[in-house]
């Protein structure tokens, strides 16, 4: 089973000292991560190759001294940069130092030219502080070098939580990491700055993990594979869900179909498009499997939800923003149905997520996901500074989901779904292919149909995000929004055959 727990850098820390306290020597884990380091580093570069490694002045230096060692042992030409006084090392970063029996040159001794391969081992995940002076300035013509960069944990210059750059940051070619993968290796900038990620086995048990207890993950389906089964053979429409989908007027109707269908393609037993009178035809003229029920305003709403068998709704969708579609909002809420809030139904509460806040109940952490993208998101928290002054994707979502009590979905290229208590999980399967009008009402629709199946919210969201990024992969370029719920067919089919090999 692949793992997809994603460590802090607090709780890597962590895991280190459980390690460390279990038996397993801190200079004996340094040793293991610099020889992971040195294997990358030599499947590279030919045999007798030239290596330029520049270490800084913590533990990540201290792999880079192990990695210089091994590597040396080995045959290669090793030039090795210290960025600081080797005076000032300390515990097992100057234990290594002291192993390594080569000159050790100073940051005014840079050059490109000593090395076929740059091993950066200059900061680690922890860098937190902007990069400036000699470092910023050796980092600087290490891109100019146009030489390929091994990083070692992540690329110098990256902050391990956030993926975001501290000033100046190395672009390297390939990074090896230990145990497990830290945020930054799956947020953007830090993701693309990383390169090809090796995860590297340092002997850290995963049984650290259990006391350790992390809430961040990587989106994989081994996270949420049963939401994705046969239905049972003596099982029936209504015991797979009924969603309501609202629709907006005769010119914004294609967001509604679009999401209503893919809550049908996703498993959903009925679906009922809830349409404005002067959009019924046009909508009953373009559905053929999908069910169409006039529903004028939030009375029409109303008498939808009088059958408790339709248990979820999808808001958002074309519906055009303003206090009508708050209302909607606020009944759907009310009813204490599932529900997906997108596009429309966020911005009609801009400026104003306190409003929103007010309507949700704490049952509603289990029922509710709110879909924005970057810019629905800014205008929805645009008054509350406590959520916009983080910085990163993970931070905000993390907030927002907090703030709402609800599960929130901050799409991008990096996806971050957030639940109230402090879960989170990033994707990391999407494609630029999915950056087309229409593509964020599928994965509302996808939402939905979960959900009408009796799906949580968080365990919903995060697979439909999977799902919904692999139809895109699936397809490609020329992707349009409504070649994605037809996707979804092989995707979910691919997943239960897998499954059921499994079993």
Known sequence: MMAHELLTTNEMAQADSLSVRAGTPSLVLMERAGRAVAEAAAKLVPFCGKMLIVCGPGN?????FVAARLLKGRGYRISLILLGDRGLLRGDARAMADMWDGPIGSAEEFDPAEGDLIIDAVFGAGLTRPIVGDAAAVLNAMNRSEKPILAVDLPSGIDGNTGQICGVAVQAHTTVTFFRLKPAHILYPGRKKCGNVILADIGISAGVLDEIQPKLRLNSPDMWSGLIDVPDEEG????????IVLSGGPESTGAARLAAHAAARIGAGLVTVASPSEALLVNAVA??????????GVEGLRRLLDDRRRNA?????GNGVGDALRDCVGLALASDRSLVLDADALTSFEGDAKGLQSLVLPAHAKKVVATPHDGEFSRLFKHEAEILIQKDRLGRAQAAAKFLGIVVILKGPDCVIAAPDGRATINQNGTPW????GSGDVLAGIIGGLLAQGAE??????AAVWLHADAGRSIGPGLLAHDLPLALRDVVSRLISEHARQK
């Open 60 to 64: 990540n230096g201290g792999d880079g």
């Open 236 to 243: 029936h429409k209504f015991n797979r869900g009924h969603l």
């Open 287 to 296: 559905l053929s499997d999908i069910m169409v029920k006039s529903s004028d």
């Open 313 to 317: 709704v999808v808001l958002g969708p």
């Open 434 to 437: 999915l950056a087309t009008a």
């Open 457 to 462: 919210a968080y365990e919903a969201a995060t």
